[in-house]
């Protein structure tokens, strides 16, 4: 989708069709149009929580944000933003996107969901032996496909499951294979399901999936490792620099001796660590299960740590060296926690299959479709060999107009379906199957999908949510498509004038004060005094780290950079001279700087800083664009409304 993050994304902002405002009370008007109270209460309400400047909770703040969203949709209807075919394409792939979770049968979804949690919540270790036959195979070759598992079964059960995998495998019409592990959703469902529900030891009954005729023999069954919390410390790898990466694994061996000196290490991760998301938490990342960070030999390090504050050696991964720390062993998160996802998963593998047999049936009933069809011995009728050379057509004489079945108050003609027939004869499979079972599964799917279309055709009338979130999305279109007209597009090309307000706002654009040298990090106040003596009598780092870091321990750490305040390695208070520093407490450690160089407060360059002088140049321009759309649209402000929407936001808090 191309909506980009707006100044604020209000939820939920229209007068939906279908639905009218059940407070008549007005708010406020833009150029004479009604905003009610239901509707500001509602959005309101719904991002009270999600957003983080506190003034937008403020309702007098609130409502003038919510104002200017007012004012930029009417001046978006002015301009007929609606009415561009790019904005009418855009919105009709998102209603047809967002119908498809309101267009599902809940019961069965609930039931599979539960299902799913359970597959995920373990492994299987299995072997299986499967005899291939094609999915539209004919009975006859089902049929024989059928008798040779069932045999191949019985075999298994007088010679062994193993001695006859081994076998009769031969890679092409029957594989005997090891599947080793696996877990839920990672096999097709049919066979996930018979896995499952196998005992250990026993091998099942033969079924049936896409591929074939399988049994399957459960060797094992075991809870699933779940989820890690952990805290780590890195030191970056970089591509084709060798000499850089030993002094990386160097960095990272020195920070590990500091750990076994029984250093914190979560001060060592605020001063050292490279992960610059992580360090100032102690190097905390989010929870993860096993595959989620995509990197093989840091999770088997993270997963091998059983106790709580269990610290690994150093660890190499694809992207750098690493100590890790077990924060928390968790199990398989709860079924609540959980649900999304799992449903998301259920309606992208074969189990909606299941999901979508319970909605037909549903959606029959509800627009009152019966299961027979009396008609479809006409058109068995009317097919002959044609269709399998793909030339046939539609009769002469075709009955264009008759009505095949009625959905809800739409008619479905002869012609509807016919059309349908003559897209199936491009089918390869054609031939295998006779002209009743043609008609039959054509005529299965022309009614799920219309069944299907007609309630997505309706669904704005029959369900709230669903409106009122197509609303927000109909909206939010024509705000993308206003603000990149109006303000990003020009403020890109506006170069002249946005180099003037670099030139009228440069105090807004400076480096700050910063250090260029080196701080020494110890946790021990008698070792950073001795460094700082050091220093001071011109000693180099190399010379202090040999003198200092003695009997295999590393008691110190340099680090060399050009720093400002906001540098990891300084604390807050650190003052900016050249020379030696005095000794400061920072991390639970302490540190002392050599400041080699003081670069002064520096004007920025434009060049240096176009991109935020581009930002605040677009916020300029829309504040100024907002002050002419207020001038040209009239806000009426009903202040006694406003007064009761007050104490009900305060009364409900």
């Given at each position: ?389 793909n030339t046939w057509e539609l009769p002469s004489d075709f009955r264009v107009y008759d009505v095949l079945v009625k959905i809800g108050d739409k008619e479905l003609l002869f012609s509807d379906f016919g059309d349908v027939l003559l897209q199936q004869q491009n089918r390869r499979y054609r031939n295998k199957l006779s002209f009743d079972a043609i008609v ?214």
């Amino acid at each position: 989708m191309k909506l980009k993050i707006l100044s604020l994304v209000f939820v939920t902002i229209t007068t939906i069709k279908g639905f009218t405002q059940d407070n008549k009370e007005v708010l406020f008007k833009v150029d004479n149009e009604p905003v009610y109270v239901t509707e500001f209460l509602r959005v309101y309400n719904k991002n009270l929580d999600l957003v983080q400047d506190e003034s937008q909770k403020d309702v007098d703040e609130y409502l003038n944000l919510f104002t200017n969203y007012k004012l930029k949709l009417r001046q978006a209807r002015e301009e007929k933003l609606h009415e561009k075919e790019s904005y009418k394409k855009e919105l009709s792939s998102y209603k047809k996107q967002l119908a498809k979770s309101y267009m599902s049968d809940s019961e069965i979804t609930d039931a599979l969901v539960k299902e799913g949690y359970n597959s995920i919540s373990h492994d299987v270790n299995a072997n299986h032996i499967l005899v291939k036959v094609d999915e539209n195979a004919t009975p006859q070759d089902s049929l024989l496909a059928y008798n040779k598992i069932k045999a191949l079964r019985e075999r298994t059960l007088k010679e062994g499951f193993e001695t006859v995998r081994k076998e009769v495998h031969d890679g092409k019409t029957i594989h005997g294979e090891e599947l080793g592990y696996f877990t839920g959703f990672k096999m097709v469902y049919k066979f996930e399901k018979v896995a499952f529900n196998t005992p250990v030891g026993e091998i099942s009954e033969p079924f049936r999936t896409r591929f074939g005729y399988h049994i399957v023999k459960v060797l094992d069954k075991r809870k699933s490792q779940g989820e890690r919390t952990v805290k780590h410390i890195m030191i970056f790898l970089k591509k084709g620099d060798s000499l850089t990466n030993s002094k990386a694994e160097g960095r990272i061996k020195e920070i590990y001796k500091k750990i076994e000196q029984g250093e914190p290490f979560e001060a060592l991760a605020k001063q050292f660590s490279e992960d610059k998301n992580t360090a100032p938490k102690g190097g905390l990342l989010a929870p993860f299960s096993s595959g989620v960070l995509r990197a093989p030999k840091f999770e088997e390090a993270a997963f091998a740590l059983q106790n709580v504050d269990d610290i690994s050696k150093p660890v190499k991964s694809q992207y750098g060296w690493h100590i890790i720390k077990l924060v928390k062993a968790k199990p398989i998160p709860s079924f609540e926690e959980l649900k999304p996802e799992l449903e998301a998963k259920i309606k992208k593998d074969s189990r909606s299959k299941l999901i979508e047999e319970a909605l037909i049936g549903k959606l029959k009933t509800k627009y009152g479709v019966g299961n027979e069809v009396p008609h479809l011995d006409y058109f068995k009728s009317i097919l002959n060999d044609d269709f399998y050379k793909n030339t046939w057509e539609l009769p002469s004489d075709f009955r264009v107009y008759d009505v095949l079945v009625k959905i809800g108050d739409k008619e479905l003609l002869f012609s509807d379906f016919g059309d349908v027939l003559l897209q199936q004869q491009n089918r390869r499979y054609r031939n295998k199957l006779s002209f009743d079972a043609i008609v039959k599964n054509a005529y299965n799917v022309f009614i799920g999908n219309s069944l299907k279309q007609y309630q997505e055709d309706h669904l704005e009338d029959e369900n709230e949510d669903y409106a009122y979130i197509l609303g927000e999305y109909r909206d939010g279109l024509l705000l993308f498509d206003l603000m990149e007209s109006n303000i990003w597009q020009s403020a890109k090309t506006d170069s002249l004038e946005i180099k003037n307000y670099y030139d009228k706002h440069k105090a807004s654009y400076f480096w700050p004060v910063r250090a260029n040298g080196v701080v020494a990090s110890s946790s021990n106040k008698k070792t950073i005094n001795k460094v700082a003596k050091l220093l001071k009598s011109g000693k180099s780092i190399d010379a202090i780290k040999k003198q200092i870091n003695v009997n295999d321990k590393v008691n110190v750490i340099f680090t060399k950079d050009t720093m400002g305040i906001e540098h990891q390695a300084l604390p807050k208070t650190f003052k900016i001279n050249k020379g030696i520093s005095k000794v400061y407490k920072h991390n639970n450690g302490f540190i002392v700087a050599d400041v080699k160089e003081v670069l002064p407060k520096k004007q920025k360059a434009f060049e240096e800083v176009k991109g935020l002088v581009m930002s605040d140049y677009q916020t300029y321009k829309e504040n100024l664009w907002l002050e002419e759309l207020r001038k040209k649209y009239p806000i009426e402000l009903n202040t006694d409304v406003l007064k009761k929407v007050k104490t009900k936001i305060k009364n409900n808090k």
